[in-house]
Structures are given as C-alpha cells and as structure tokens.
C-alpha cells in the first residue's frame, strides 16, 4: 500500500524545474540542465523514486546528439494530440468555449501580477506550471490538483509512447497528491489522416457535423434548366 504526504512542501524550485524540463531542449536549456538537476535534490519535494526517474531524463537529454532530442520533443508534443501539452486541446478541443477559457486564464495570471511574452499561451503546461510555482504551498497543490485528470491523460498518452518524460507528468501528480496511474486514452489517428482533406467534388466530412456513426443528411439542389437556350442552341454539323 502506498501512502502519500498530504502536509504541502515547498515546491517552487521544482515547479519551474519541471516547466523547463517540458520545454524545446534547445542549447541554452541543455547548458543549465545539471543546475536543474541539483535545484531538484536541494528542495527534495519528491519522492527519492521520482527523483532517479527525473535524473534518468536529464542524463537522457545531457548524453543524446542535440538533433536527436530536439527533433523527439517535436514528434513527442507537437505531432499528436494525447501529448499535446496544451491542456485545453484536451478539454475544449477546437469548440468555442476554447476562446472564453484562455481568456479566465489570462486574468488569473495578471490577478497574480504575472503577463504572457508575446506568442506564449495562457493553457501550455510550461506557463501554467510556472504560474503555480508563484502560489503558496497550499494554493500551489490545490490548483495542480484542479487539472490532475488532464495530467492523467497526458501521462497515459506518454506512458503508452514509452517516452522518458512521463516521469515529468508523474512528478506533477505527485505534487498534486495524487497517484500517477494509466488511464484509458483513446487511440490517436495517423498526423496525415487527421489532417486530410476531402477530395473535391467526392463528398464531405462530417467530422464535427454529426456524431460518429451517424448518417449525415445531404440535399442535392438541381440547377434550373434554360429550355429557351436549348431550343435555339445550333444542331451539330449543320451550317450556320
């Protein structure tokens, strides 16, 4: 049986530690990763289990060729939507309520004197987990806790890819005081199948139209016919 510490810890430093360790590993991130590694160790609000996970990911990250890794984070997070660390792709989806929601969460940030850099979105778990790590303990855990079935999903989605960083999402459950377990995800389509488009003149998709399964209603509309152009169109062959 496993039990869980439900007194919060001090976890600003590791907060930010996991934002970054979620973020494009580009050079300069790459440089300050042994700093990452040891901000973890000194505040220590995770598990000793955890912790040789997330340091297996940061030899990870040391040790591969810098192409390799780059090029794995855009596959991991930006080729598929069980991975995508957008939270409300995982909520909204492309609805409208997608929009209102951004906003709330825009006005949280600047309620906490905290502002978007131009291009940043208010719901990419980087800048979420970075807003966190401004809150109290208490308040910092209670909101983690808020989107822990969203963080469920996401580390399912890496569980099932085998990727290294789902110790990253498991860590966040911990902190929220919950227990990082598979949850059932349901299986993404192809990138080019998703994106595709219906061929012209050959139907539409109803994707989004009805519901999967369902007939899609069609009305064909005939285009009125000119009897009066026909009549005086010539005959073929005869002289004019």
Request: proline share 8%; hydrophobic share 40%.
């Amino acid at each position: 049986m496993s039990f869980f510490n439900t007194t919060p810890v001090p976890s600003t430093k590791t907060l930010r530690v996991l934002a970054h360790l979620l973020s494009y590993p580009d050079a300069e991130l790459r440089a300050h990763l042994p700093e990452l590694q040891a901000a973890l160790h000194v505040e220590r609000a995770l598990g000793a289990s955890r912790l040789a996970e997330l340091d297996a990911l940061i030899s990870r990250l040391s040790n591969r060729r810098p192409l390799d890794v780059e090029a794995d984070h855009v596959e991991l997070f930006d080729r598929g939507r069980g991975t995508a660390l957008h939270l409300f792709e995982h909520v909204h989806g492309d609805s409208r309520d997608r929009g209102p929601a951004m906003v709330d969460l825009c006005q949280t940030y600047e309620a906490a004197g905290l502002f978007l850099a131009p291009g940043e979105l208010p719901d990419h778990l980087t800048v979420v987990l970075q807003y966190a790590s401004t809150q109290p303990p208490a308040q910092a855990r209670a909101f983690l806790g808020e989107i822990a079935h969203i963080l469920q999903v996401i580390f399912s989605a890496l569980l099932r890819r085998e990727a290294a960083h789902a110790c990253v999402l498991a860590a966040l459950l911990d902190l929220a005081g919950e227990k990082a377990q598979s949850v059932t995800v349901p299986t993404e389509p192809e990138l080019d199948e998703s994106w595709a488009e219906p061929m012209a003149f050959d139907g539409c998709s109803t994707q989004g139209q009805a519901r999967p399964g369902q007939p899609q209603p069609i009305q064909i509309v005939r285009a009125p016919v000119n009897h009066t152009a026909r009549a005086t169109q010539p005959t073929p062959g005869a002289s004019a």
